[in-house]
């Protein structure tokens, strides 16, 4: 079991930054992708940034230029920071992190509880 714990979110104004964290812990030496995905109401949850199992960041279009994804191995934690936050980005913004299955059966994916971002326009 991997255990996800989001932490960041708030209320800001356009224009302003938000860092989101998210920490792993539990059964986490062979976790391969995180990422953070995004859900506003009514919305589906849909792809903010993630890196792959490639260790590549991915980027939505809507966010690339303002967001940077890192990831600090040592501490099991992904970061989001958000500069030029826009009201659009106003959502609940889930960590995952995937584990491989093996034997080429994919991968898991766990989720966070989710933090929520409200940009004030």
């Known amino acids: 079991q991997v255990h996800l714990a989001e932490s960041g979110g708030d209320l800001v104004q356009a224009g302003g930054s938000l860092r989101l964290s998210c920490a792993a812990s539990?059964?986490?030496?062979?976790?391969?992708?995180m990422g953070w995905y995004r859900q506003a109401p009514g919305k589906q949850r849909d792809l903010v940034a993630t890196?792959?199992?490639?260790?590549?960041?991915n980027y939505a279009d809507s966010v690339k230029g303002r967001f940077t994804i890192s990831w600090d191995n040592a501490k099991s934690t992904v970061y989001l920071q958000m500069n030029s936050l826009k009201f659009e980005d106003t959502a609940v913004y889930f960590c995952?992190?995937?584990?491989?299955?093996?034997?080429?059966?994919?991968?898991?994916?766990?989720w966070g509880q989710g933090t929520q971002v409200t940009v004030s326009s």
């Open positions: 890196f792959t199992s490639h260790g590549t960041p």
């Open positions: 995952h992190a995937d584990q491989p299955l093996g034997a080429g059966r994919g991968a898991y994916r766990y």
């Open positions: 539990g059964h986490i030496t062979n976790i391969n992708a």
